[in-house]
Structure formats: structure tokens, C-alpha cells
């Protein structure tokens, strides 16, 4: 039998090796788990390796080096190289397929086309007529035209019924005319608008004869397909730079009175016809399809993230070596502190959660689109409660993790040849992006508010909250049966997630009765209200765990899974255990247990954590990273990177002459004096 994990080379460094002698699983296996199949993870390393053989696709420097300008061009340059190569790389059919092409080669800071594939294709496959279809997607697909989702302005991104920028219909002349009324009005983040995009999906306040109907979707041509320059009417450019992400040109623009045909607004769902008719889609969400789909897709997004920062600090953290647990051996890897354990297993086991989770969404939301198709709404409004939760709770979490696999660097950290501040800088745009984090989550209260009130009106209610009409116990059962269950786990992780619901519910409710009217009583209960939805979210993220441990199939993988699936319960039990102290439901006991539990968990980890993070299957490539080089030689490779800074081409540079050398002159003399 050959090594379980598969990242191991000879010449790597013998502490990395050592740790992937000791896994348990085989790490390919596993892949096939994170990545939903077997194939799916045999055709992440055919890209990277065929990727690997074109040279002119490997990045020319490492990417902190570069400018802004140079990552622009950069990331353009491998797009123009990938499109030659394009069919003979991926099925360009498959979305994690593209993803990972993405990722290997250009990597997260983006590129010319990145809305263009995660917005502006998913938003005409959508919300496009078969006629409007022929005359862009198609287009789109070949990349004839390129595009993006322009929605956020300057004044307003949440509150999308206040959008500035109005679609007015001119009946005469069957055109609507767009315009940005004032400064506020500006569109004001899209991805790729600045320079790249020829064209945009704008989302403007439609009216017909003066009546406001909100936010509609309208195809919008920016530039001329052949110059690159604006089109009259419009004035297009960069926001200028962000805190990463800085390969993407997120733009303003400002439409000046600009006519476009009728047939330019997205008509599959909602019309206006010749004479102004105006006939609503059978969901008045339905337009709000493109940014399902982002939220869908964003907790395998968060979880790679992670997963990518715990590679590198994990990798790194087993041949860094500092200290000493007992005197007498020589200095430890950092690894065998429990408070880097502690700081490091419990984020791998939330990616591996993230992933899990994030199968199971994707899988309701091509449910969702499938039925939409034919017009059938009945399972939105569940969609858009478990993508509001989850993308808000998924991208803190992923936040946190992030920033403590940079800690746990060490002073390496904070270098950029770690790469983990850049990953933590696309990572957190996540908390912004596609809602608001507060703002889904008070979505996802609103939910859980009626089905709330339903049970207190003695409604059975099911799906995602059957749970709340579900008997309880007053006491959990953890440490209380003989046989060791998960099941106690999520029953407590119910109660709680319950208790908090009802507790808020109950709060609005009586403000309702005391006279106060509904807005201000929900934002005076929405704290409790946003801990309701968190609460809820985690316990579905901890089933989804559950259910996947319980359906491997293979022994190895089942245990090494279920070892995570236990470090994930009691960990995250202990962050939200007051909820569960304050009305007894746990007692002191049973919290010495559950903590008892976290550190024996870190120990079984402890000889797996680098084949955990191995079993993700990123590539150095991919990584960028200096600390998490697969084959552990960080040292010498740290002091190459560094020979890459511009301020090293010369031993002296012009501020020694210009500011440096009068002022220590000038301090000399002034001694002398
Ligand atoms: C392929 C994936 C790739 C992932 C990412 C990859 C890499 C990452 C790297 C870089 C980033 C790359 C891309 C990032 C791109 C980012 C793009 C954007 O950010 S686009 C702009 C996104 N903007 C928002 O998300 C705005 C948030 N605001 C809203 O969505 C709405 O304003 C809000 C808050 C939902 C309220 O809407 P409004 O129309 O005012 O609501 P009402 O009060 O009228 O009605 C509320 C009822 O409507 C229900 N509702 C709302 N939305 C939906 C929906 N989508 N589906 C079903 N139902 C919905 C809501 O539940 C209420 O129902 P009840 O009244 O309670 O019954
Ligand atoms: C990297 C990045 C990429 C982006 N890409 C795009 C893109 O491609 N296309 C596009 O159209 N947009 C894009 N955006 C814009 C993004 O969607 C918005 O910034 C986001 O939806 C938040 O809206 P806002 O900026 O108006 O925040 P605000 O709503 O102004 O938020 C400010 C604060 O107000 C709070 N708040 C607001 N409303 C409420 C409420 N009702 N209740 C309680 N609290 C509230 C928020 O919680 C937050 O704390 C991008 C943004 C980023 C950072």
C-alpha cells in the first residue's frame, strides 16, 4: 500500500514528512468528499497539472510585488492566454471546473472577467427572454461582449427600493430613458466596471407614468465594442484601490439621460409592454435571482478561503520550531502547543462544515432555478432564508479563522510571503458583498419570526425550522446517555437556536402590543433578532456536518470525519453556551465535559492536522504562499522572495542622498556644536 497522503515527495523538508507519514486516511479520498466526487477532485489536479506546462500562465513575479496597474494588466494577460487554451483545460460547463482554473492561475485578487462569469452570465441565463438570450448571452459565452451586475450606488446598496437611478418609460418612442439623477446616484462598486466591461445589467427604479414599480433590470451597452471607448451619455471609471482585491476594477457610473430600446429591459418574468402595460412576475423577488446565486456559491467560496489560510499556517506551523515543552528535548514544532491547536483544528473542522453545508445549498438552490424556470416560486422564500443566514454567519466565521491562522504565523504572518492577509482581505468582502452581513441576517429573522408565530398559533411548522415545532427537553442529554450521540449534540444546538427565537419573538411581540409600530419595534428588538438567525444557521451548519459523516461510506474517511465532526460540536457549543446556561438546560458539569471533550478532540486531531489541510489539494500554485509550500522549505525560499523587492535593486537608494544623509549631516553638526 502506498502512503495514505499523497503530498509526499522525497527532499521535502523531514518534519513535513514525518506529519503525513502519521495520516490515517487517504488524502485523495477525502478530496472526493470536500469537492462532492471522486472525478471532481481528479480533474481539480489534471487542470493544475496541465496548467503547470504552459509556462506563459505562471505568474511573472509573486503578486505582492506588483502594482495595481501591473496586477490589472497581469491578471488580463492570463485571461488572454487561458482563452487559447480554454477548451482544452476545463469543461467550460462546469463551475468548479472554471473556478479552480481561476484560482490556479490568476487567483483571488480578480480579473477583467470575473462578474462577467459570476453575475452578468447568471443574471441573463435568468432573467432573459429566448430572443434577449440570442442576442447577448450567447455573445456573453464566447466572450464577444463582456459584462457585469450594476446595481449599488453611491448612496444605497441595502435598501435596493431607494435606488436613484430611474428607468423611465417613454411610450412614445417605446424606449426607457436612464438617468442618474444625482451624485448619490452614481453606480458605485461593480465589479469590472471601471475598465474592463463592455456592457452591464443595470438595475434602476423603473416608472411608467410617474408610478414607482422598483428595482428592474436593464441590459445597458457602456462602450463601443470596438474602440473601448464610452458611449455618449455615459461616464464610466475605477473607484480606485480597495484594501485587496486590487486586480479588479470596481467602477462608478453615471448615465446621463441615456435612451435604450424597450426590449433592453430583462423580460422572461416581469413585462412592460408597447403601451407602458405593466405585468407583474409571478414572485416579485424573482429579479433578485442573480444575487441568490452568488450567496449560494459563497460558502464553498469562504470555506476554500479558509481552508487555503489553514494550509499555509498549519504546514508552516509543522516545521516551525520555538521552544520547548520539556526542557530536556530539543525545541518543538508550534504545533504541539495546544494553544496553537486550539487556535488552528477547530477553523479546519468549520471549513470542512463550510463545504458541507455549501453542498446542500447549491443542491436547493439548482432546485429553486430548475422550478423558476417554469415559473414555481413555493421554495424562494426558504432559499432566501438559508443563503441570508449563511452567507452572514459563514463569512464572520470565515473572517475569524482567517485572521487567526495569520496569528498563529507568528511574525511570518504578517509578512505578504505568507499571502494570508491578501486572502483575509478578498475573504472579508464577503461580510460587505451580496447583502450586508446584519442586513440578511434581520432577512433570515424575518423568516424565522413567522414561522414563530405560526407555532405559538399551534401551526406545525417544517423544513428548515421544523425543529421549533419539534418536542423538547428541559435538560440536554450530553453526558447524560450511555451511548456517545450526536444526536444530544444538535438537540442542545436546537433548544438554543429555539429558546433565542422565541425569546425574540416574544420581545417584538410585546412591543407590538404595547402600541410602538412594527419598523421601530423590530429595530429595538433586532440585536436579539440577529442573534436568533445566527444561532439557527450554526445549528444547520453543524446537521450538515452530521449528515455527511453520516452517509460516508468508506471507514477511514468516516473516522477521520467523524473526529472533526466532534472537535465542531463541542467547540462551537462552548461559543454559544451561555444561551444554554442561562435556563439550565446545561449545567457546570456537563460544560467540564464538553470542554473535557474540546481537548481530547485536539489530540486525536493533532496527528492527522496535516493531512486534514493536505486532503483540500492546493496547489503551490494556487497557494502563493512562501509559509505553505507543500514540500516545507520555508527558510531559504523566505530570503529568495525577499530578493524580489524593488527597494533591493540598489545598495543605496536616492532617499539616502535626498533626505536621509542631510539630516544625519545636519545631526552630526549639530553634536559637533
Ligand atoms: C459563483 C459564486 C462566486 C462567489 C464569489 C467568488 C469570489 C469572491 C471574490 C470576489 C468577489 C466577487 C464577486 C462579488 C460580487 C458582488 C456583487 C454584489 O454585491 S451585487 C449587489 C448585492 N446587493 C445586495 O445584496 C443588496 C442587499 N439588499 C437586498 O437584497 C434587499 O434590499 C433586501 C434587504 C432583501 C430587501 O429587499 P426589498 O425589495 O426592499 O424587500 P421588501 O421589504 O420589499 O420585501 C422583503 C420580502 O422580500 C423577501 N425577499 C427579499 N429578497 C428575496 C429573495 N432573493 N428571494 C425571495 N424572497 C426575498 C423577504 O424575505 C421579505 O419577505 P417577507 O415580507 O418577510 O415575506
Ligand atoms: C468587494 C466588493 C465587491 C462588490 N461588488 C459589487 C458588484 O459587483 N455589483 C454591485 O452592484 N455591488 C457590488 N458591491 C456593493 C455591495 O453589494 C454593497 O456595498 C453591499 O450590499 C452593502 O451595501 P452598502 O454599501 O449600502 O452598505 P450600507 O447599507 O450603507 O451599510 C452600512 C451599515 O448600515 C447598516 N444597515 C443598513 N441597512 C440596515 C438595516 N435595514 N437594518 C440594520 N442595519 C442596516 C449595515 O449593517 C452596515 O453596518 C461590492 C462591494 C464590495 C465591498
Known amino acids: 500500500m502506498g502512503n495514505l497522503n499523497k503530498e509526499i515527495r522525497d527532499g521535502d523538508h523531514p518534519d513535513i514528512t514525518e506529519e503525513r507519514l502519521k495520516s490515517t486516511f487517504?488524502?485523495?479520498?477525502?478530496?472526493?468528499?470536500?469537492?462532492?466526487?471522486?472525478?471532481?477532485?481528479?480533474?481539480?489536479?489534471?487542470?493544475?497539472?496541465?496548467?503547470?506546462?504552459?509556462?506563459?500562465?505562471?505568474?511573472?513575479?509573486?503578486?505582492?510585488?506588483l502594482s495595481r496597474e501591473e496586477k490589472v494588466e497581469e491578471a488580463a494577460r492570463k485571461i488572454g492566454i487561458l482563452s487559447e487554451h480554454l477548451y482544452d483545460l476545463v469543461n467550460v460547463n462546469d463551475g468548479a471546473e472554471l473556478y479552480h482554473l481561476n484560482n490556479v492561475v490568476i487567483g483571488g485578487e480578480g480579473n477583467p472577467l470575473a462578474l462577467h462569469g459570476v453575475m452578468f452570465i447568471p443574471v441573463l441565463q435568468a432573467q432573459a427572454t429566448d430572443e434577449q438570450k440570442k442576442k447577448w448571452l450567447y455573445r456573453a459565452m464566447k466572450r464577444e461582449i463582456i459584462g457585469t451586475y450594476a446595481?449599488?450606488?453611491?448612496?444605497?446598496?441595502?435598501?435596493?427600493?431607494?435606488?436613484?437611478?430611474?428607468?423611465?418609460?417613454?411610450?412614445?418612442?417605446?424606449?426607457?430613458?436612464?438617468?442618474?439623477?444625482?451624485?448619490?446616484?452614481?453606480?458605485?462598486?461593480p465589479g469590472n466596471l471601471g475598465k474592463s466591461t463592455n456592457y452591464a445589467v443595470v438595475v434602476a427604479t423603473l416608472i411608467i407614468n410617474e408610478k414607482d414599480y422598483g428595482p428592474h433590470s436593464f441590459m445597458v451597452q457602456l462602450r463601443d465594442e470596438n474602440t473601448h471607448k464610452p458611449l455618449p451619455n455615459?461616464?464610466?471609471?475605477?473607484?480606485g484601490p480597495k484594501m485587496a482585491y486590487n486586480a479588479t476594477d470596481?467602477?462608478?457610473?453615471?448615465?446621463?439621460?441615456?435612451?435604450?430600446?424597450?426590449?433592453?429591459?430583462?423580460?422572461?418574468?416581469?413585462?412592460?409592454?408597447?403601451?407602458?402595460?405593466?405585468?407583474?412576475?409571478?414572485?416579485?423577488?424573482?429579479?433578485?435571482?442573480?444575487?441568490?446565486?452568488?450567496?449560494?456559491?459563497?460558502?464553498?467560496?469562504?470555506?476554500?478561503?479558509?481552508?487555503?489560510?489553514?494550509?499555509?499556517?498549519?504546514?508552516?506551523?509543522?516545521?516551525?520550531?520555538?521552544?520547548?515543552?520539556?526542557?530536556?528535548?530539543?525545541?518543538?514544532?508550534?504545533?504541539?502547543?495546544?494553544?496553537?491547536?486550539?487556535?488552528?483544528?477547530?477553523?479546519?473542522?468549520?471549513?470542512y462544515a463550510f463545504s458541507f453545508a455549501g453542498a446542500e445549498t447549491v443542491r436547493l438552490y439548482e432546485k429553486v432555478k430548475k422550478d423558476m424556470e417554469s415559473g414555481e416560486t413555493e421554495l424562494m422564500a426558504d432559499l432566501h432564508a438559508l443563503t441570508s443566514g449563511l452567507k452572514s454567519v459563514v463569512t464572520y466565521l470565515t473572517m475569524q479563522g482567517i485572521e487567526q491562522a495569520r496569528q498563529s504565523c507568528g511574525g511570518h504572518g504578517y509578512s505578504m510571503a505568507s499571502y494570508i492577509s491578501e486572502i483575509y482581505g478578498i475573504a472579508i468582502g464577503g461580510c460587505t458583498y451580496e447583502g450586508e452581513n446584519m442586513v440578511m441576517l434581520l432577512q433570515l429573522a424575518r423568516y424565522l419570526m413567522k414561522a414563530a408565530k405560526a407555532v405559538k398559533e399551534g401551526k406545525k411548522v417544517e423544513g428548515l425550522v421544523g425543529y421549533l415545532s419539534a418536542p423538547d427537553n428541559r435538560h440536554s442529554l450530553i453526558d447524560r446517555t450511555p451511548e456517545k450521540s450526536y444526536d444530544t449534540y444538535l438537540k442542545t444546538f436546537e433548544h438554543i437556536a429555539r429558546q433565542q427565537i422565541f425569546r425574540a419573538f416574544d420581545k417584538l411581540e410585546k412591543m407590538l402590543t404595547s402600541g410602538l409600530p412594527h419598523s421601530e419595534a423590530w429595530n429595538k428588538c433586532s440585536v436579539e433578532l440577529t442573534r436568533a438567525s445566527r444561532l439557527h444557521t450554526r445549528l444547520f451548519i453543524a446537521?450538515?456536518?452530521?449528515?455527511?459523516?453520516?452517509?460516508?461510506?468508506?471507514?477511514?474517511?468516516?473516522?477521520?470525519?467523524?473526529?472533526?465532526?466532534?472537535?465542531?460540536?463541542?467547540?462551537?457549543?462552548?461559543?454559544?453556551?451561555s444561551y444554554a446556561l442561562e435556563d439550565g438546560h446545561l449545567c457546570g458539569e456537563q460544560m467540564n465535559f464538553i470542554r473535557s471533550e474540546l481537548y481530547r478532540s485536539l489530540g486525536k486531531i493533532r496527528p492527522n492536522a496535516v493531512s486534514y489541510v493536505d486532503a483540500w489539494e492546493l496547489s503551490d500554485m494556487e497557494l502563493r504562499s512562501v509559509l505553505g509550500r507543500r514540500d516545507g522549505h520555508v527558510y531559504e525560499n523566505?530570503?529568495?522572495?525577499?530578493?524580489n523587492s524593488s527597494l533591493n535593486r540598489t545598495d543605496v537608494l536616492p532617499v539616502f542622498e535626498k533626505y536621509l544623509k542631510p539630516l544625519m549631516m545636519s545631526a552630526r553638526k549639530n553634536s559637533k556644536l
Open 234 to 239: 455615459i461616464e464610466v471609471g475605477d473607484i
Open 250 to 351: 470596481n467602477g462608478f457610473l453615471k448615465l446621463n439621460h441615456l435612451r435604450i430600446p424597450r426590449t433592453n429591459m430583462l423580460m422572461k418574468h416581469v413585462k412592460v409592454e408597447k403601451d407602458g402595460t405593466y405585468i407583474k412576475p409571478p414572485h416579485a423577488k424573482m429579479s433578485y435571482s442573480a444575487m441568490v446565486h452568488v450567496r449560494a456559491h459563497m460558502n464553498n467560496t469562504m470555506a476554500y478561503f479558509l481552508a487555503s489560510s489553514l494550509t499555509i499556517a498549519v504546514r508552516y506551523s509543522s516545521i516551525r520550531r520555538q521552544g520547548h515543552i520539556n526542557p530536556k528535548e530539543p525545541e518543538v514544532k508550534v504545533l504541539e502547543y495546544q494553544t496553537q491547536q486550539h487556535r488552528l483544528f477547530p477553523h479546519i473542522a468549520r471549513a
Open 151 to 189: 446595481q449599488t450606488e453611491m448612496g444605497h446598496g441595502s435598501n435596493l427600493r431607494k435606488l436613484e437611478t430611474t428607468a423611465t418609460y417613454d411610450k412614445a418612442t417605446e424606449e426607457f430613458v436612464l438617468n442618474s439623477p444625482t451624485t448619490t446616484s452614481m453606480k458605485w462598486w
Open 26 to 65: 487517504d488524502t485523495h479520498k477525502m478530496a472526493a468528499q470536500i469537492y462532492n466526487s471522486q472525478r471532481a477532485a481528479d480533474r481539480r489536479n489534471e487542470i493544475t497539472s496541465a496548467v503547470l506546462k504552459i509556462p506563459e500562465l505562471q505568474d511573472i513575479k509573486p503578486l505582492p510585488f
Open 638 to 643: 523566505l530570503y529568495k522572495w525577499a530578493q
Open 543 to 577: 446537521q450538515a456536518f452530521a449528515r455527511r459523516v453520516h452517509d460516508v461510506v468508506d471507514f477511514h474517511i468516516k473516522e477521520a470525519l467523524d473526529d472533526l465532526l466532534h472537535l465542531h460540536l463541542n467547540y462551537e457549543l462552548l461559543d454559544v453556551a
